[in-house]
């Protein structure tokens, strides 16, 4: 979770294509280092779908206005951030299990964290929802790709949806949430793999901050007039630290 | 206080009407479920048992809205001054689907939840969730993700999940329904240590009768919305329904209706059947689906797991195969396989010379039902996949066969589980694929509906076509089919008449082979040779 969030903000805070597309990289290898089985690894896909289409998008509204080279660029490259940030997400999405991290946070923020955690869930569980329909579809005779097929998949998509989401809520509260008290069962400390995903990722965040805020190593490249954007071999070495956890044994525990 | 002290569950003149619709869920309700009884809430699909069960921890009308007239009074608590997360200390509900319940990810914490929820004190909690896995033995599970579970071994779970933060009152809906007999019997034997070792109330609803009726100790009916309590059997004699002992009393005249194999046997011994009527020879129509030397193999995390072995079988024309074996044993993959949507590792699968296509030479009803309905009538669904398919044909005529006709204009959505199963099944009947599977026809099917499928699936066998349904539901394999196919781990470790492979086992015999021995199928065929 720290991880992603850092990561997140490193992404945030620059636009400098040579130091964007190293995230995709980092991402990428941590994503192939530590997957767990299941549906969650392939709702990585999905994510690494959406951060391309989020370029893509971002980059075809340029012609909503003056169509210049640097404005292209400036579109694309603001685009790649977004996308950069999806995949970050998904990475983390693929990699961890959200209910571990409920039990790593601190105490006053485990409400947040499990509806973070129950949030995280629906993309690995509505992917699974729609193969299960697709196919299911597929044996009806009806056809399952192309615009028309759309209801068949989407209405019991959203239905299925719908109704877990209402059993979860009616399950939730039969079991007492909300009623005020709460207690813990078997926290988890933070151990040294969690320090050591946790640090690099802090340390580097950090340095892209400040280095944004100081206007050093080329973060924000000017595309006005368009220039080849700098590359301070200082701020990629921090960057490379985000790439740590993909180091780490991959959790034993299916569950982390 | 008055008269409600040792009541666990007390409703008093309750008449419930759930938002936008007119008639009453619930009509003038007066029952009183006292402490430590073990009570089985029975009726016909829709008449009423789920509103009832989600009165008693306040789900109704806190979660669903409506018009509430009445009182009810969970261990001395009105549910309507107290919403459910208030009565978790004193009431648990364990819903139909368990696994959509689920709010973490592991066993142990799943069962955590709850208390950490009330505030437990973590010593105690532990301690607690250590008696949760032992009770309901799942303790070798505490490791797993809920979703590596097996059906009963998440139906457990969600027991032990419910229990753990201490409630007395037990409230399951339909607890064994996707269960296999084995699991089933687990489930059952756990329910009753709890009201026999440790005085706990259970209230559950089923409607597969010869499961519970035995363990349960009183009944509460419910037809079009009203109830009446009483001994299982007063309530079974007033609604006219039972397990297949309880129907062949009615047929031949017993008095008392036997509830139990155990009643029936001593009624039998005063009165055998006659010799049986010749065994029906077996079914030698064109082969359907050839399925030659199988292998499927599941990739988990690299590692393959195999899910079929070298399974051989023939699905003949004018077939009905009933496919059985425990929760896991690779029904569900056989079918896949057999419609051609999963590829197996080796060996083939060939329909008519060629693999099967998909929804064409084979069509599948899946396990939810639901998940295939996206029109907004009933006769929409059907009118889908003729036109999916380009075909002809009157849409009703597909409903006539599952005798849902009267359904036509309405939406899929306002239907009971038991209605959206016959509904998803006219529409993959309608496909006109000569090879019609059905993945566990059994969730919330009540007798009526059940006996519409089984209808269904003769005319489509007569026809010509075959038919094939994965179940756990002896008795609607008893019943319905022509050839059982049984399997375990993966592997076909039987395939014959019902009378051959149902009356050679402990686990998977129907109620009339347990009480007049192999080749007695049904009540009807036993009446047969009474008269």
Redesign the interface.
Same mark, same amino acid.
């Given at each position: 979770m720290a991880w992603a969030t850092l990561g997140g903000i490193v992404a945030f805070t620059t636009m400098n294509p040579f130091y964007l597309l190293p995230l995709w990289a980092i991402s990428w290898f941590v994503f192939t280092q530590q997957r767990v089985p299941g549906p969650a690894s392939r709702s990585f896909r999905m994510f690494l779908v959406a951060g391309l289409m989020a370029v893509l998008i971002r980059t075809a509204l340029v012609f909503l206005g003056p169509f210049t080279a640097s404005n292209v660029a400036y579109f694309a490259l603001e685009g790649l951030r977004l996308g950069t940030i999806l995949v970050i997400f998904g990475t983390f999405n693929a990699v961890t299990d959200p209910f571990g991290v409920v039990r790593l946070a601190p105490r006053r923020f485990q409400e947040p964290a499990l509806a973070a955690a129950l949030a995280l869930s629906i993309a690995p569980r509505t992917v699974a929802s729609v193969r299960r329909i697709r196919e299911a579809q597929q044996l009806r005779g009806i056809p399952t790709r192309g615009a028309r097929a759309l209801p068949a998949l989407a209405v019991p998509v959203l239905e299925a949806g719908m109704e877990e989401a209402h059993v979860l809520a009616e399950s939730m509260d039969s079991r007492g949430h909300g009623s005020g008290r709460r207690s813990r069962y078997r926290p988890q400390s933070w151990d040294p793999s969690a320090w050591a995903m946790a640090l690099p990722a802090l340390v580097a965040a950090a340095v892209f901050w400040i280095a944004s805020t100081r206007g050093f190593g080329d973060l924000q490249p000017g595309t006005n007039p368009l220039h080849w954007p700098a590359v301070n071999p200082l701020v990629l070495a921090v960057e490379a630290l985000l790439v740590v956890p993909g180091f780490l044994p991959r959790q034993g525990n299916a569950r982390r | 206080m008055t008269t409600t002290d040792n009541a666990a569950l007390s409703v008093r003149q309750l008449t419930f009407t759930y938002p936008e619709t007119e008639r009453p869920a619930l009509i003038d309700v007066s029952v009183d479920i006292p402490e430590g009884a073990f009570a089985l809430v029975l009726g016909a699909t829709g008449a009423g048992k789920s509103t009832f069960l989600r009165t008693a921890?306040g789900?109704v009308p806190? +979660?669903t809205g409506g018009t509430f007239a009445g009182r009810v009074l969970v261990a001395g608590r009105d549910t309507l001054a107290n @919403?459910?997360?208030?009565l978790?200390?004193a009431v648990?509900?364990v819903?139909q689907?368990a696994a959509?319940? +689920?709010?973490?990810?592991?066993v142990?914490?799943e069962i955590?939840?709850?208390?950490?929820?009330?505030?437990?004190? @973590?010593a105690h909690?532990?301690r607690r969730?250590e008696e949760m896995l032992d009770l309901l033995d799942i303790a070798d599970l505490r490791?797993r993700?809920l979703?590596q579970l097996s059906g009963g071994e998440r139906q457990r779970v969600a027991i032990a999940?419910?229990l753990a933060?201490g409630p007395r009152i037990l409230v399951l809906d339909e607890p064994t329904s996707q269960l296999d007999p084995q699991g089933a019997e687990h489930v059952m034997a756990a329910l009753q240590r709890l009201v026999h070792d440790h005085g706990m109330t259970v209230i559950l609803a089923e409607h597969r009768l010869e499961r519970v009726i035995g363990w349960v100790d009183m009944a509460v009916g419910f037809a079009d919305g009203r109830a009446t309590a009483g001994t299982p059997r007063e309530v079974i004699h007033d609604l006219a329904v039972g397990p297949p002992v309880s129907r062949l009393g009615r047929m031949v005249g017993w008095n008392p209706v036997p509830l139990t194999v155990r009643d029936a046997r001593t009624l039998a011994r005063l009165r055998p059947p006659h010799a049986m009527s010749a065994v029906t020879s077996a079914i030698t129509g064109a082969p359907l689906v050839e399925v030659h030397g199988v292998d499927v193999q599941h990739e988990?995390?690299g590692v393959p797991r195999p899910a079929l072995r070298d399974v051989t079988f023939t699905l003949r024309a004018g077939e009905i195969v009933a496919l059985m074996g425990r929760n896991g044993a690779g029904k569900t993959t056989l079918l896949?396989t057999m419609?051609g949507?999963l590829e197996p590792t080796r060996g083939s699968v060939v329909a008519g010379g060629h693999p099967p296509v998909?929804?064409?030479d084979?069509?599948?009803c899946?396990q939810?039902p639901?998940?295939?309905?996206?029109n907004d009538s009933v006769v929409g669904e059907i009118r889908?996949?003729l036109r999916?398919?380009n075909l002809g044909g009157t849409d009703t005529a597909w409903l006539e066969r599952l005798g849902i006709a009267d359904l036509a204009s309405r939406h899929p959505?306002e239907l009971s589980a038991g209605q959206r199963l016959l509904v998803a099944t006219a529409?993959?009947a309608a496909?006109q694929?000569p090879v019609i599977l059905l993945d566990e026809p059994t969730r919330g099917l009540d007798p009526e509906s059940k006996a519409h499928l089984i209808g269904y699936l003769r005319t489509h066998a007569v026809e010509g076509g075959g038919a094939m349904f994965a179940t756990h539901d002896v008795e609607l394999a008893a019943a319905a089919a022509t050839r059982i196919l049984m399997l375990a781990g993966g592997e076909i470790i039987a395939d014959g008449t019902p009378a051959d492979v149902l009356g050679d086992s402990h686990v998977f015999a129907p109620q009339m082979t347990r009480v007049f021995g192999p080749g007695w199928l049904t009540p009807e065929q036993v009446a047969g040779a009474m008269a």
């Open positions: - | 921890n789900l806190h +979660f @919403p459910p997360r208030r978790a200390d648990a509900f819903p689907d959509s319940s +689920f709010v973490l990810d592991g142990e914490d955590a939840y709850g208390m950490e929820n009330l505030g437990v004190d @973590p909690m532990r969730v490791n993700s979703r999940a419910a933060a988990e995390l896949r419609s949507v998909p929804g064409l084979v069509a599948l899946p939810e639901e998940s295939i309905l996206f889908a996949t999916a398919r959505r529409a993959i496909t694929a």
